[in-house]
């Protein structure tokens, strides 16, 4: 009798519990999956492209047909005429007085006065500043050597 009731009670414990701790997580898992599924591959699959047909397939190609041919061709002829006009409209007035008169005559006082102010200044300072460098430098130099040279050989031969 004691092997049976050591039987029953080693069966109770840890075949029992372990077949039900088996049966509890592969059906969990099993749940699990199919809820995983049923939530990602039909709900992503049917539900969303049967909303997304229902919804967006009748308002979509309206939408961008709307936007190709109406939106565009009147965006961009609208945009292209208001350039053409403002482009016409400033050369003719603006630009054509500007370029006739205004222009020569701005451009005539603008060398007049480089020339008067950056090129004469800059001429006069540098001609002076080239002819004091040159004084300063080679004549003086030269004039002391041709003095030391010629009053040593003077020197030399007289003296």
């Given at each position: 009798?004691?092997?049976?009731?050591?039987?029953?009670?080693?069966?109770?414990?840890?075949?029992?519990?372990?077949?039900?701790?088996?049966?509890?997580?592969?059906?969990?898992?099993?749940?699990?999956?199919?809820s995983?599924?049923?939530?990602?591959?039909?709900?992503?699959?049917?539900?969303?492209?049967?909303?997304?047909?229902?919804?967006?397939?009748?308002?979509?190609?309206?939408?961008?047909?709307f936007?190709?041919?109406?939106?565009?061709?009147?965006?961009?002829?609208?945009?292209?005429?208001?350039?053409?006009?403002?482009?016409?409209?400033?050369?003719?007035?603006?630009?054509?007085?500007?370029?006739r008169?205004?222009?020569?005559?701005?451009v005539?006082?603008?060398?007049?006065?480089?020339?008067?102010?950056?090129?004469?200044?800059f001429?006069?300072?540098?001609?002076?500043?080239?002819?004091?460098?040159?004084?300063?430098?080679?004549?003086r130099?030269?004039?002391?050597?041709?003095?030391?040279?010629?009053?040593?050989?003077?020197?030399?031969?007289?003296?």
């Amino acid at each position: 009798t004691n092997v049976r009731t050591f039987q029953r009670s080693f069966f109770r414990t840890y075949v029992i519990t372990y077949v039900r701790s088996f049966v509890r997580t592969y059906v969990r898992s099993f749940l699990h999956f199919f809820s995983s599924f049923v939530r990602s591959y039909i709900v992503l699959s049917y539900v969303r492209t049967y909303e997304y047909v229902s919804v967006y397939s009748f308002v979509r190609p309206y939408v961008s047909s709307f936007v190709r041919t109406f939106v565009r061709t009147n965006v961009r002829s609208s945009f292209r005429s208001f350039i053409r006009w403002f482009i016409l409209s400033y050369l003719l007035t603006y630009d054509r007085s500007f370029v006739r008169t205004d222009l020569s005559t701005y451009v005539r006082s603008y060398i007049r006065s480089y020339v008067r102010t950056y090129v004469r200044s800059f001429v006069c300072t540098s001609e002076r500043m080239y002819v004091r460098l040159f004084v300063r430098t080679y004549v003086r130099s030269s004039f002391r050597s041709f003095l030391r040279s010629y009053g040593r050989s003077f020197i030399r031969t007289y003296v």
